[in-house]
């Protein structure tokens, strides 16, 4: 599918959000709802990993959990190509 450099530039200026996974586990409901401040729940990724980079539930990249001015940021180590993601999303927008 062609991309119009008209409609790049509209898709290009649309608002997204963006989440970042730290990892995941899988627990019971009976264990979550016994969860207390303080308790610790485990995820699937090792110390220093970082976190898989998604947009609209699709990973575009993974990138490092830093701290900035006392709040969480993600520094971007691999995205996917520019390309690759105007495409995903014109096609997601034409649906």
């Known amino acids: 599918m062609e991309i119009s450099e008209r409609d790049y530039d509209i898709l290009v200026d649309t608002e997204i959000v963006v989440d970042v996974m730290l990892g995941n586990s899988d627990i ?7 969860l207390s401040t303080g308790d610790i729940i485990s995820l699937s990724k090792t110390a220093g990993s970082g976190g898989d980079i998604y947009v609209n539930s699709r990973i575009v990249g993974t990138g490092d959990i830093i701290v900035i001015e006392d709040k969480l940021a993600v520094r971007v180590q691999d995205a996917m190509d520019s390309d690759n993601v105007v495409r995903y999303f014109f096609e997601e927008n034409m649906k």
């Open 28 to 34: 019971s409901i009976a264990e979550f709802l016994k």
